[in-house]
């Protein structure tokens, strides 16, 4: 399904004027086609941060950031969060369409027998220094598996390299962790589900097996469901842009990760906590922190609120604050008084001017740090969890790009505004 006609838009500048074709997907979202614009009268457009770009047409993830809506084609993420597994969402993401039972178990075998790096591979993660964040060491180690497998040249093998993907991610991420900390790595398990495999690879060592405990597994899963897509954004678009030059899936994947990493995107759930834990250090006092979030003399921003598209609450903060309140209580009360702090930061901040106007609320990093301090998961891992939630989203991403005939390679102009022509 491809945008449709609805409409024309006039650009006047000086006395050149020129006639731009509107576009309507089918929600609604309505672009000027702005593609002949250079080719006829020299003038390029400028979108700091692309806030107003529209980079593709998607059939993927919807959003609407004013109704705090979020579907995955087609499906709104609270049905998807409730009722499907992780696998069944990548599925969907990736094919287009839930799978039935044949396919759903299918597709889980395929993924559970893809899981192993090649034994070579386990070097990569030893030449790198113990002290390293596992983000760039996962990004490191997807690229790597560009040298252990060839382009996929055909339908299937790509189909091969998207379960390769999917399979290894866990393997790797737990991997990273597991060198980071001097233990040995643990080999998956094929009796377990997706992220109870991930939970036996993170947490148990060869003279102790670790217990997967199935709320916390679905705890878990609920996580990486809530990440799986999310249209447009630093890392997918990351991710779509270096596969518009051909290079590959694995190499694309790589780039989304690095891009993730940053503390304005993927990395500000780590930030959430490491700002939990400061209030709690200094005194607990969350409406302190708010003053100096609001002060602009102060760099200090209040993490985990504020989206580029949502303008009111997350649909993904929704869902979690609630699991967050079952999965602390499942492990025994308040991390540390965390989430208390989290909570009444959220109180205190929707009743807030400077947050009203600005209309900022909280976003998916919210609450998912907590949820992770409480399941056990280690503050430099978060936002590896955070990539692996989002790799189907990327993978579909990609796979759509590069199927679309249209495709060409991203290649935005600038305006340049150095020195003009000068000599030695
Ligand atoms: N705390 C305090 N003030 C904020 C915050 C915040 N978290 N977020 C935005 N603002 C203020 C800005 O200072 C600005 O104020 P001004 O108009 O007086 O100058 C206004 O709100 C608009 O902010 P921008 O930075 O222009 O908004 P933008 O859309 O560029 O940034 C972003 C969005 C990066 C998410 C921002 O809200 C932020 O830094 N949030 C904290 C980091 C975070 O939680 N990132 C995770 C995002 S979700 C994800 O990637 C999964």
Redesign the pocket.
Known sequence: MSAKDAGEATLQYGDQSITLPVREGSEGERGVDISALRKETGLITIDP?YGNTGSCESAITFIDGEKGILRYRGYPIEELAEKSSFLEVAYLLIHGELPNKEQREEFDLDVTRHTMLHEDFKKLFGAMPKSAHPMPVTAAASSALATFYQEPETAEMMERAVVRLLAKMPTIAAFAYKHSIGQPFMYPRNSLDYSSNFLHMMFSVPCEEYEVDPVVARALDLLLILHAD?EQ?CSTSTVRMVGSSRAPLFASISAGISALWG????G?NQRVIEMLEQIEREDGSADKFLER??DKNDTT????????VYKSYDPRAAILRKACEDVTKRMGGDVGGLLDIAMRLEEITLKDDYFIQ?R?YP???FYSGVIYKAIGIPVNMFTVMFAMGRLPGWIAQWLEMRRDPAFRIGRPRQIYTGETERHI
């Open positions: 941060g999310h954004n503390s304005l995107h993927g500000a979030a609001k921003r209040l993490m985990g609120f504020g989206h580029r600005r900022l976003n998916v990093d």
